[in-house]
């Protein structure tokens, strides 16, 4: 069981909108900045969204992340066939004193 | 360029010991923690453990404490995992990956670049 709660799986069409859900508690994501990484079937995780809603170099803007109390989201626009992979977010825990993910979301491109 | 290059996939059997690498390179080893995680088959990714390579400063998950043994050699930009007595249920994939920013582990810290992985099966 994940200490951040993820629906296990989502789906789209390509060109669309698919936006990725992201609970957790007042102990993470409540008070710490969320990160969403992808998993390409077969490979390590990389990183996809920093500090809720910033991306690194190389990341397109079709991939947008936001937080609000304690969930977040993750946004993929003008979907295509390349996004269909896992997508985990991960916030610190201040309990844990360490990071926590969530269980993972597998994004379907029909 | 960043890396963080892992060893190979291991084959072991209940109660033998282990111990995988992570070597890194492209940035300053020991300014950065680097840190364990688990992914057992299907499932999503664990905290297992985590270190400081310029002094081995190191802590672990409550679920992982006692259970496995963090350590690095800065001479070899290399951190290791390892098992004294392994279970069926360690199998899994185990990644290293290292935190930013710079020297710093806590709020506001996060996994930026991660290994290969290293899968570890564990079977009689």
């Known amino acids: 069981q994940s200490v951040l709660t993820q629906p296990p799986s989502a789906s789209g069409t390509p060109g669309q909108t698919v936006t990725i859900s992201c609970s957790g508690s007042?102990?993470?994501?409540?008070?710490?900045?969320v990160y969403w990484y992808h998993q390409l079937p077969g490979t390590a995780p990389k990183l996809l969204i920093y500090?809720?809603?910033q991306r690194p170099s190389g990341v397109p803007d079709r991939f947008s992340g936001s937080k609000s109390g304690t969930s977040a989201s993750l946004a993929i626009s003008g979907l295509r066939s390349e996004d269909e992979a896992d997508y985990y977010c991960?916030?610190?825990?201040?309990?844990?004193?360490?990071?926590?993910f969530g269980g993972g979301t597998k994004l379907t491109v029909l | 360029e960043v890396q963080l290059v892992q060893s190979g996939a291991e084959v072991k059997k209940p109660g033998e010991s282990l111990k995988i690498s992570c070597k890194g390179s492209?940035?300053?080893?020991?300014?950065?923690?680097i840190g364990w995680v688990r992914q057992m088959p299907g499932k999503g990714l664990e905290w297992m453990g985590i270190?400081?390579?310029?002094?081995?400063?190191?802590r672990y998950s409550p679920s992982f404490q006692g259970q496995v043994t963090i350590s690095a050699d800065k001479s070899i930009s290399t951190a290791y995992l390892q098992w004294s007595s392994l279970k069926a249920s360690d199998t899994a994939m185990y990644y290293c990956?290292?935190?930013?920013?710079?020297?710093?582990?806590?709020?506001?810290?996060?996994?930026?670049?991660w290994g290969q992985g290293t899968l570890v099966t564990v079977s009689s």
């Open positions: 990956a290292r935190m930013s920013p710079t020297y710093y582990y806590g709020s506001g810290s996060y996994f930026d670049y």
């Open positions: 492209g940035y300053s080893f020991t300014s950065y923690w």
């Open positions: 270190i400081y390579p310029g002094d081995s400063d190191t």
């Open positions: 007042s102990s993470n994501i409540g008070s710490n900045y």
């Open positions: 500090r809720n809603n």
């Open positions: 991960a916030a610190w825990d201040d309990s844990l004193s360490g990071p926590v």
